[in-house]
């Protein structure tokens, strides 16, 4: 724990000082810092890889838990085993390729400070260490004798199947991409195995059995994934995030929604779709947007006679809404894998969500029409500019981060840190909530959190090159340009391939492996980029809040301490209107790039 989480604690506020001096000394002093975007990168790789190692201890990297939740608690401990056995394998089929490619970037220095690239690329080899320590600790320390050596037997079986059949591989051709690609991955998420490991080990498995490529491109190919310094954006609004909800500014937004609309029939409602929409993306979590929305309203609506079940399915709706609203970790990480620019991509999300948020808006109106207010008081003018006043700072907040991204003054990365600077001050001098015991477990925990989707977008930046050099996406693109009813059948199809990704993956390893394969097919229709991301990410939405697979609407459940089986029922008119919804944002572009 301390050799991890205090250096990430450390990074995470170095990395805070660096790009606050980068802005400061770029458009204050008009003397930018040469050296501080390399010294960020240098650092920014060792955030994400002892973030990965803390984010491993802590159970928090992201996987499918539905299949084995439903087993008998013996089996449940079995498939524990046999996934930490996964582990430890991907971890050992690393250690050498991350050792050589550590030595290849050697000779490598950056232009400014002259540090070998070695010094940056060293944090892989670290955190692949630490991770499979941690991994072997804990199945010595937990697993029992007999499901440790069934585990290891079955793990030790497939492999040797796999290697010893490399020549029918090479003969069968692209066909064992379904072998690696659809059954092992499909098969290892199934069995709870954390996603970067699912993507990471059916990578090294192709290449080592179908190619004769060093495996040390897959760690270079890991590497160029989670390095870009765009994706510093990634741990910056985390950590916003998390400030805004501990310094009570998000809480003062929503008390001032309720004392507009709180008094109408179906006002906590609305209060909680404007809510979401005003918090959304900053926290770089939807189980943190939901969890800083949920308490604040939850109580009051079960006065009023909500359902808990109707609560959850209003709050994952409004979740499933809100993927496409800026400062969104999906729409950054698009823009980072496809070239898309962020700034585009920013502006125009804000128009699919209204969309979204009127359909609810809707289904909110006919569910709530005969709910009984009258004994629910309507707030003074007084009341609500005492609100609107101590909301103003804020308020101020969400805009000023997306203006200020969207009119190209500073990078989405820049004004996170700008964002973190006024919530402090702001947050201290005015809402006086801030327990400075809270500062060093939420810089740890932004430091897991964005070491988990570092890691995944890294392995899946592997996956996609091993996918891309094996001649799939050419076919696959071939395939898709024959689609009947041309741009419009894509659409249709990428809508609906997207909302069966979004159940399983979430939305940044669905984007950061099928964006590269299908975004070059949209060009090629003439589908605009801004657009084609909109549908795609709205689609991930609704499929990460889709019971019985969506990831987002257990999370939802959690929230709400209700059984997924009461919300699944109230859930489907909700995602019947963001389906209609889907189908407006497809059918018209204006909605995607109408303020572009």
């Known amino acids: 724990m301390w050799v991890t989480e205090v250096p990430a604690a450390v990074l995470v506020v170095a990395e805070i000082a660096l790009q606050l001096s980068n802005v400061i000394f770029r458009y204050v002093l008009k003397e930018p810092l040469i050296w501080g975007n390399e010294l960020s990168a240098l650092l920014f790789v060792w955030l994400a890889m002892l973030g990965a190692v803390i984010a491993l201890r802590r159970g928090q990297h992201m996987r499918l838990g539905i299949f084995i939740a439903r087993l008998s608690p013996p089996r449940r401990a079995f498939m524990d085993t046999l996934g930490n056995v996964v582990v ?196 770089g979590s939807k189980v943190a947007d939901m969890a800083a929305v949920a308490p604040a309203l939850f109580p009051e609506m079960k006065k009023r006679g909500a359902e808990d079940g109707e609560l959850v399915a209003m709050l994952g709706a409004s979740g499933a809404m809100s993927e496409t609203i800026p400062p969104s970790l999906v729409l950054i990480t698009a823009g980072s894998v496809t070239g898309v620019s962020i700034s585009a991509l920013f502006t125009g999300g804000f128009m699919p969500a209204i969309v979204g948020a009127m359909a609810m808006g809707v289904v909110v109106w006919y569910r709530s029409r005969r709910e009984d207010t009258s004994s629910v008081r309507k707030a003074s003018a007084a009341q609500c500019g005492r609100a609107l006043l101590f909301a103003a700072p804020a308020l101020v907040l969400p805009f000023l981060i997306r203006a200020a991204v969207s009119e190209g003054v500073a990078t989405a990365t820049e004004v996170s840190t700008i964002g973190i600077a006024y919530t402090f001050v702001v947050g201290l001098a005015l809402y006086r909530r801030f327990k400075w015991s809270r500062l060093y477990p939420i810089l740890v925990e932004t430091a897991s959190l964005s070491g988990a989707i570092l890691l995944i977008i890294g392995c899946a930046t592997a996956m996609a090159w091993a996918l891309t050099q094996s001649g799939f996406a050419h076919q696959l693109s071939a395939a898709m340009m024959r689609m009947p009813c041309g741009a419009g059948g894509f659409l249709a199809a990428s809508a609906l391939i997207f909302v069966v990704l979004g159940s399983f993956l979430e939305g940044i390893p669905a984007i950061v492996l099928f964006a590269p394969l299908l975004f070059p097919i949209a060009r090629a229709f003439g589908i605009n980029e801004v657009h084609y991301t909109m549908v795609v990410i709205f689609a991930m939405g609704l499929g990460l809040f889709a019971p019985p697979f969506g990831v987002g609407f257990f999370a939802a459940c959690a929230i709400g301490k209700v059984n997924p089986d009461g919300a699944m029922k109230s859930m489907w008119i909700y995602l019947g209107a963001l389906l209609v919804s889907l189908v407006m944002i497809a059918a018209v572009p204006w909605f995607s790039t109408g303020f572009l």
């Open 88 to 283: 430890v394998a991907f971890m050992l089929g690393l250690v050498a390729p991350a050792w050589e490619y550590m030595q290849d970037q050697i000779p490598i220095l950056s232009p400014a400070l002259e540090f070998p690239d070695a010094w940056r690329v060293s944090s892989i080899v670290v955190g692949v260490g630490l991770m499979l320590a941690l991994t072997l600790t804990r199945l010595i320390a937990r697993a029992k004798a007999r499901d440790l050596i069934v585990s290891v037997a079955m793990v030790g079986a497939i492999a040797f199947v796999l290697f010893g059949s490399a020549a029918f591989f090479v003969e069968l051709g692209n066909a064992s991409l379904l072998v690696f690609f659809l059954f092992g991955v499909a098969s290892m998420i199934a069995a709870g195995v954390p996603i970067f490991v699912a993507f990471g080990t059916a990578t090294l498995a192709y290449l080592s059995c179908t190619t004769s490529a060093p495996l040390s491109i897959v760690v270079g190919r890991m590497d160029e994934g989670m390095s870009g310094l765009i994706l510093l954006a990634v741990p910056l609004f985390v950590l916003l995030g998390a400030l805004m909800e501990s310094t009570g500014m998000a809480e003062a937004m929503i008390r001032f929604l309720m004392t507009l609309v709180g008094h109408r029939r179906g006002g906590l409602s609305y209060v909680l779709i404007g809510a979401m929409y005003l918090v959304s993306g900053i926290s």
